[in-house]
């Protein structure tokens, strides 16, 4: 029987250093004991290849892995819960 691996890391997180939104973004993370890996891009380096196509590039970018969709319900706060699945 198949068990259950949690991920090590809920977010990736990509910063500049010094940037102050950055600095929010971790410790509102922390708070919530949710587990990120941080990559910094320092000034003049190549784009990260997983936010390459996006045509805005500000700091932080944050991704969450939530799972599948029933993850994702059980994630999101209720109300928008209900919205989507009213337009669904």
């Known amino acids: 029987m198949p068990t259950s691996v949690k ?17 929010i ?3 509102r993370l922390r708070r919530r004991k949710i ?10 380096q190549p784009k990260p290849s997983l936010i390459d196509g996006r045509t805005e590039y500000t700091f932080p970018q944050i991704f969450l892995a939530v799972g599948g969709c029933d993850a994702m319900d059980n994630w999101l706060p209720a109300k928008s819960v209900a919205v989507r699945k009213r337009k669904a």
Do not use: H, L, S, W
């Open 7 to 23: 991920p090590q890391y809920k977010a990736i997180v990509y910063t500049r250093p010094q940037c102050p939104y950055c600095k």
């Open 25 to 27: 973004a971790k410790g």
């Open 35 to 44: 587990p990120f890996k941080e990559i910094i891009v320092r000034e003049g």
